[in-house]
């Protein structure tokens, strides 16, 4: 009587441990102290008023603790689904909550001294900063490279969706990435030209690019771990839609930055 083979069962693709890395928890509990920063100067705002836009507010310590605190601990969730070395791993995380600190603490040290943080040259000790926090910048652009590099080069780990959604986060964090650069290189050239308020106002058209796209790492992850006890199918389209949906809202802030620069 022939004999029947079963075929082999597929393995299932590993996920992230349930255990927390020592590099995970000091990140982890970094971006919930540069949150909490944001929160505070947002209190700070409310009691001491001022205006909320320009080159010295209280805006900048505000949303730059809240957007790095979350952008950490989003980076720090979603790279234990990229398949890479676990300590390369741990040595790219915690440069980037140092280089987090660094920022935020540049900057927030600038509003305290009621000047500006970013492109401003008018001591050595504020162009100190300013080059501090350009170097700080240039070290987030290497750090966050990396990790998208490693999640295009072997495919993501997790459930249905989540390879999408950590590759297309990764992918629209180049473009918040590009056009912080692109922010700071014009403002050092009107800067060096003579043009020191015309540098401060150059940034604007950007923002919203860089805003929009910085935040897609947190977002697209968080909506395929949401949908995880979604049929495999569903959670495959919503997320196709989701990752379709944020590269028309980039597109949409990079048109409109463009015509506006």
Do not use: N
């Not at 441990?17 to 505070?40: M, Y």
């Not at 310590?61 to 969730?77: D, E, K, M, Q, Y």
């Not at 240039?138 to 459930?159: E, K, N």
Request: charged share 15%; with cysteine.
């Amino acid at each position: 009587m022939p004999t029947t083979t079963r075929p082999p069962t597929p393995r299932p693709l590993p996920t992230p441990p349930s255990s927390l890395r020592p590099a995970e928890r000091l990140c982890r509990a970094t971006g919930a102290l540069l949150v909490l920063s944001g929160l505070l100067h947002l209190l700070v705002f409310a009691v001491d008023g001022g205006p909320w836009d320009g080159p010295v507010s209280w805006r900048k310590p505000v949303t730059f603790g809240l957007s790095f605190g979350l952008t950490l601990i989003a980076v720090t969730w979603v790279t234990s689904y990229v398949r890479m070395e676990a300590r390369r791993r741990s040595v790219l995380l915690v440069v980037f909550a140092a280089d987090c600190v660094l920022e935020v603490g540049g900057i927030t040290l600038q509003a305290w001294r009621r000047v500006p943080s970013h492109l401003d040259m008018e001591t050595g000790f504020d162009t100190a900063v300013s080059m501090m926090l350009a170097v700080g910048g240039g070290i987030l652009v290497v750090v966050l490279t990396a990790f998208a590099v490693a999640s295009f080069r072997r495919r993501p780990s997790g459930p249905v969706g989540m390879p999408l959604a950590v590759r297309s986060g990764f992918a629209i964090l180049l473009v918040a990435l590009a056009s912080g650069a692109a922010m700071i290189a014009r403002g050092v050239v009107l800067t060096r030209t003579g043009h020191q308020e015309a540098a401060y106002h150059s940034t604007a058209p950007l923002k919203p690019l860089h805003g929009v796209s910085l935040h897609a790492v947190l977002v697209l992850p968080a909506l395929a771990w949401l949908l995880s006890r979604t049929g495999e199918e569903t959670r495959q389209r919503i997320v196709w839609a989701a990752v379709g949906l944020y590269a028309a809202a980039v597109v949409g802030t990079g048109v409109q930055a463009v015509l506006t620069w």
